[in-house]
């Protein structure tokens, strides 16, 4: 497989185990360089609402901790690269999770003329992600995500957006969190050996505070 490079405007991938900060890494990258972050996960809960035959597939894996099946999450995927917004760089976040993903985006770059200019892979143990996705509390009505510990609300599990009361994720429950952990193991390491054949992959620790992620990214991604 040859990879397609392009001319490499800011277009990021980042990867690392469920809960390793990934989410928190791509919104600082889209700041930083005014690009979106396209979030897969947030695409497939949504997908996973519908009454179709996709919707109830996408919901089943998702609730199991699996990952859903390729022709859903690239379809979704290459909708979504080829809007307006996209043109400049993005952030992918969740995406590719296995080398049948990976060869689908770059087929997708091929199309579009557009290369990749990182792969981020950020480094954090399976406890540390247990610890700190256990604690992780969501708005079912929003969408934004706090920590108990790191990120409270100011009412106790209380949304501070929209007033509703949070709620633990059925894929954060421990045993699901050690199964996705596993699955990311066996299934999304094989990418870093592919990508770092062509040279994109960068690394990063995940148990950074927050206050210093900024800057370590910036180094990070710019060689500096």
């Not at 392009?6 to 469920?18: A, D, I, M, Q």
């Not at 996408?58 to 199991?64: F, G, I, S």
Request: glycine share 8%; proline share 4%; charged share 30%.
């Amino acid at each position: 497989m040859n990879f397609y490079y392009g001319l490499s405007e800011t277009r990021v991938v980042v990867l690392g185990p469920p809960g390793s900060g990934k989410g928190t890494c791509a919104g600082f990258i889209s700041k930083m360089y005014s690009i979106p972050v396209i979030r897969t996960g947030d695409m497939l809960r949504k997908v996973a609402t519908e009454e179709t035959e996709r919707g109830r597939i996408t919901k089943k894996h998702l609730d199991r901790g699996e990952l859903v099946l390729d022709e859903i999450v690239i379809g979704i995927v290459s909708k979504r690269v080829r809007m307006p917004d996209c043109e400049e760089g993005f952030v992918l976040d969740g995406f590719p999770r296995n080398l049948v993903q990976a060869e689908a985006l770059n087929r997708i770059q091929e199309d579009l003329g557009m290369g990749l200019s990182h792969v981020l892979n950020i480094v954090t143990d399976a406890e540390t992600i247990i610890s700190r996705l256990s604690l992780r509390r969501t708005c079912p009505r929003c969408g934004a995500v706090y920590h108990l510990k790191n990120n409270p609300t100011k009412m106790d599990e209380i949304c501070d957006e929209c007033g509703t009361k949070l709620i633990l994720r059925s894929d954060d429950r421990e045993e699901i969190i050690r199964h996705r952990f596993e699955v990311y193991e066996e299934k999304s390491r094989p990418l870093l050996e592919w990508y770092a054949k062509a040279g994109l992959v960068r690394e990063m620790r995940g148990d950074l505070d927050i206050n210093e992620i900024p800057e370590v990214l910036r180094q990070v991604l710019e060689g500096k």
